[in-house]
């Protein structure tokens, strides 16, 4: 079991920019694809991206690609999405997850690990 903690959320202004983190306890994170979702209220969850466990590779869907960037660092043990020209719409608890059974090269097909997100809030 991987134990993913996120954080760096808060409130943000249109426009502006966040950074989330997402860390572990206990694991390597280099060894894990990890993926970034979002749960807006009274919407259901969503995927962002992912970074691929094997040379890093980030895959995004279509409606944040261009804004929104992941990053691996591998000597902090940290994946990062980093968030830019946020907009209202993007208002969200935000959470990184990963399949610690995956083997793979890309992206996983599915998450099993999650971390207990963070609140971003995007407004004047």
């Known amino acids: 079991q991987v134990q993913l903690v996120e954080s760096g959320g808060g409130l943000v202004q249109p426009g502006g920019s966040l950074r989330l983190s997402c860390g572990a306890s206990?694991?390597?994170?280099?060894?894990?694809?990890i993926g970034w979702f979002r749960q807006a209220p009274g919407k259901e969850r969503e995927g962002l991206g992912c970074?691929?466990?094997?040379?890093?590779?980030?895959y995004y869907e279509d409606f944040v690609r261009g804004r929104f960037i992941i990053a691996r660092d591998t000597a902090k043990n940290t994946v990062y999405l980093q968030m830019n020209r946020l907009k209202p719409d993007d208002t969200a608890v935000y959470y990184c997850?990963?399949?610690?059974?995956?083997?793979?090269?890309?992206?996983?097909?599915?998450?099993?690990?999650w971390g207990q997100g963070t609140q971003v809030t995007v407004s004047s």
């Open positions: 997850a990963t399949d610690p059974a995956y083997t793979g090269a890309y992206c996983p097909p599915t998450f099993e690990s």
């Open positions: 206990g694991s390597t994170l280099e060894d894990y694809s």
């Open positions: 970074i691929s466990n094997i040379g890093d590779n980030t």
